[in-house]
Nanobody, 124 residues
């Protein structure tokens, strides 16, 4: 069982930056592909980004590529999402997730463990 706890959400103005953190309880942290998803009001949860077990590979949704960066810290069992040049359409609850499979999966059904989410609100 993997427990994930997100933090770092908040209210920011458009154009500014925010960094989200995800703390993982599992000692075998390196066994999981880690991802971030988001869900805006009235919309389905969507893939944002993921990082391989080694941390050497990443995948991004087109809507965030070039603005967001995912990285992981194996010493602290943490995954981070650095969000730059934020836009109002980035407003959502952001979820950290983990899966044992490959990085290519982008469906919510492909991920095994989820955090509780953290709210990000971007004002115009």
């Amino acid at each position: 069982q993997v427990q994930l706890v997100e933090s770092g959400g908040g209210l920011v103005q458009a154009g500014n930056s925010l960094r989200l953190s995800c703390a993982a309880s599992e000692r075998a942290f390196s066994s999981y592909v880690m991802g971030w998803f988001r869900q805006a009001p009235g919309k389905e949860r969507e893939f944002v980004t993921a990082i391989t077990r080694s941390g050497g590979g990443t995948k991004y949704a087109d809507s965030v590529a070039g603005r967001f960066t995912i990285f992981r810290d194996f010493v602290k069992n943490m995954v981070y999402l650095q969000m730059n040049s934020l836009k109002p359409e980035d407003t959502a609850v952001y979820y950290c997730a983990a899966r044992r499979g490959l990085i290519g999966a982008t469906s919510v059904h492909d991920y095994d463990y989820w955090g509780q989410g953290t709210q990000v609100t971007v004002s115009s």
